[in-house]
T-cell receptor, first 109, second 114 residues
Framework: RKEVEQDPGPFNVPEGATVAFNCTYS??????FFWYRQDCRKEPKLLMS???SGNEDGRFTAQLNRASQYISLLIRDSKLSDSATYLCVVTGNDYKLSFGAGTTVTVRA | ETGVTQTPRHLVMGMTNKKSLKCEQHLGHNAMYWYKQSAKKPLELMFV???????ENNSVPSRFSPECPNSSHLFLHLHTLQPEDSALYLC?????????????FGPGTRLTVL
């Protein structure tokens, strides 16, 4: 079983729509969770950390479900600039990040 | 100055060549990483240096040889590569003082092995 699994998509949504997707992780001892964003042919960049109580950053909402071992990302009022691959990242209490293969989101006009 | 820089951005090499990838971070971090990203696959951690000591070597073939001369610079020396080594090689840096910290990535070197 992969450490981190994501639905690869693509999720094709119109501007203004809401899109949400999940990521599951296999290590129940995982402690920290992140969503990174990677644009085509660019490097990954941190989008947001995911906290136990859930957190929002503008149009982005992240949730953590430890019991079912998944995290989610919801994007409200999608913009064309949200088109990217979203990488789920999970780590224990050290430097090693485990990456998912990414979920591709395409927002169309 | 950009946080993490990598050179070259693109590299084409034959299987008998020797080349080196360079990474430099200007963020004052003390941990640096090499990742390999192949199409449609998760990033694969190759090497980790913390405080200039190699702390991770994820069963990477010996044709990849890392070097970390100081906390700001990281190299990946390449020799006798195979076509399946063609990928995007990403360098990253972070703080290494316990706990999980955001990693900052360089733009990557897109490597093609002929």
């Amino acid at each position: 079983r992969k450490e981190v699994e994501q639905d690869p998509g693509p999720f094709n949504v119109p501007e203004g729509a809401t899109v949400a997707f999940n990521c599951t992780y296999s290590n129940s001892a995982s402690q920290s969770f992140f969503w990174y964003r990677q644009d085509c042919r660019k490097e990954p960049k941190l989008l947001m950390s995911v906290y136990s109580s859930g957190n929002e950053d503008g149009r982005f909402t992240a949730q953590l479900n430890r019991a079912s071992q998944y995290i989610s990302l919801l994007i409200r009022d999608s913009k064309l600039s949200d088109s990217a691959t979203y990488l789920c990242v999970v780590t224990g209490n050290d430097y090693k990040l485990s990456f998912g293969a990414g979920t591709t989101v395409t927002v169309r006009a | 100055e950009t946080g993490v820089t990598q050179t070259p951005r693109h590299l084409v090499m034959g299987m008998t060549n020797k080349k080196s990838l360079k990474c430099e971070q200007h963020l004052g971090h003390n941990a640096m990483y090499w990742y390999k990203q192949s199409a449609k696959k998760p990033l694969e951690l190759m090497f980790v240096y913390s405080l200039e000591e190699r702390v991770e070597n994820n069963s990477v073939p010996s044709r990849f040889s890392p070097e970390c001369p100081n906390s700001s610079h990281l190299f990946l020396h390449l020799h006798t590569l195979q076509p399946e080594d063609s990928a995007l090689y990403l360098c990253a840096s972070s703080q290494a003082n316990g706990g999980a910290h955001e990693q900052f990535f360089g733009p990557g070197t897109r490597l093609t092995v002929l």
